[in-house]
Nanobody, 125 residues
């Protein structure tokens, strides 16, 4: 299995930007779909953005379309989430997820094989 380590979270004000990074180790993930999920207290985990194996296809939750962008650099075994115009409702723990040996993106948590430890994003009003 691949190991995933997220970074880049923090405390920001509404309207600010953050860039989350997730670096994979243990195996190459060039043929793995990846995704970012988030979970706020008392709420279910939701898929924020997903990307296929080569970055050619992406998908976003309606709540973040136009504000967030997912990308990947297979040479660096990394996936990123650029978050702009942040809102207090974006406050959550953000998780990186890996779908091993599957090139197709998905927004379903159940299909992902490995998860990072999460990084906290807090947006103050």
């Amino acid at each position: 299995q691949v190991q995933l380590v997220e970074s880049g979270g923090g405390l920001v004000q509404a309207g600010d930007s953050l860039r989350l990074s997730c670096v994979a180790s243990g195996r190459t993930f060039s043929f793995d779909a990846m995704a970012w999920f988030r979970q706020a207290p008392g709420k279910e985990r939701e898929c924020v953005a997903a990307i296929n194996y080569n970055g050619g296809k992406t998908a976003y939750a309606d709540s973040v379309k136009g504000r967030f962008a997912i990308s990947r650099d297979n040479a660096k075994n990394a996936v990123y989430l650029q978050m702009n115009s942040l809102r207090p409702e974006d406050t959550a723990v953000y998780y990186c997820a890996n779908r091993q040996n599957n090139i197709a993106l998905s927004t379903l948590a159940s299909v992902y094989d490995s998860w990072g430890q999460g990084t906290q994003v807090t947006v103050s009003s």
